[in-house]
T-cell receptor, first 114, second 112 residues
Framework: DTEVTQTPKHLVMGMTNKKSLKCEQHMGHRAMYWYKQKAKKPPELMFVYSYEKLSINESVPSRFSPECPNSSLLNLHLHALQPEDSALYLC?????????????FGPGTRLTVT | SQQGEEDPQALSIQEGENATMNCSYKTSINNLQWYRQNSGRGLVHLILIRSNEREKHSGRLRVTLDTSKKSSSLLITASRAADTASYFCATDVYNQGGKLIFGQGTELSVKP
């Protein structure tokens, strides 16, 4: 199984809502990533977990809260988002946190904040 | 900070033609990767080239790397309509493990 799954595919939320994005992989990968991608722009790294520990937080606002409950799961908790947070949120995984590994991406969650 | 820049931003060709995309970066790298993204979908890894390699092939893909010019190119030969997608180069960051910085991307359109 070389697939990264993400749920939900689409999410519409108000600025006062709390929601979560979920990502799952069963490839035994030990590094997992969250990216944010705006239309016609490249993905921008938000967070990296390596061996279930937060390794990188790219100065992301606290209204985004990542969680890695186990080596297969990655969540992104959302609270009090702004309309400018509307974007495609991509999850990725790799065997380890090294640039010599390719990253496997999920299909993304299209988030709209109203 | 932006590491990779790509040109052209957009490229439109006919099926059967070759497509060349270029990527330039600013700082020394260990590895450079190329990814493809179909509209609104996740990225798919195409090829990885190490800093000590000059050229790499995978099927209809050919990637070159010139570390002295800090640039790479991706050539797709005999393109097909199914190659229509955005293509991104991604470079690593010194001393930051597997962190990748993606270039701005080239939007390729292959017309049947």
């Amino acid at each position: 199984d070389t697939e990264v799954t993400q749920t939900p595919k689409h999410l519409v939320m108000g600025m006062t809502n709390k929601k979560s994005l979920k990502c799952e992989q069963h490839m035994g990968h030990r590094a997992m990533y969250w990216y944010k991608q705006k239309a016609k722009k490249p993905p921008e790294l938000m967070f990296v977990y390596s061996y279930e520990k937060l390794s990188i937080n790219e100065s992301v606002p606290s209204r985004f809260s990542p969680e890695c409950p186990n080596s297969s799961l990655l969540n992104l908790h959302l609270h009090a988002l702004q309309p400018e947070d509307s974007a495609l949120y991509l999850c990725a995984s790799s065997p380890g946190f090294r640039s010599s590994y390719e990253q496997y991406f999920g299909p993304g969650t299209r988030l709209t904040v109203t | 900070s932006q590491q990779g820049e790509e040109d052209p931003q957009a490229l439109s060709i006919q099926e059967g033609e070759n497509a060349t995309m270029n990527c330039s970066y600013k700082t020394s790298i260990n590895n450079l990767q190329w990814y493809r993204q179909n509209s609104g979908r996740g990225l798919v890894h195409l090829i990885l080239i190490r800093s000590n390699e000059r050229e790499k092939h995978s099927g209809r893909l050919r990637v070159t790397l010139d570390t002295s010019k800090k640039s790479s190119s991706l050539l797709i030969t005999a393109s097909r309509a199914a190659d229509t997608a955005s293509y991104f180069c991604a470079t690593d960051v010194y001393n930051q493990g597997g962190k990748l910085i993606f270039g701005q991307g080239t939007e390729l359109s292959v017309k049947p």
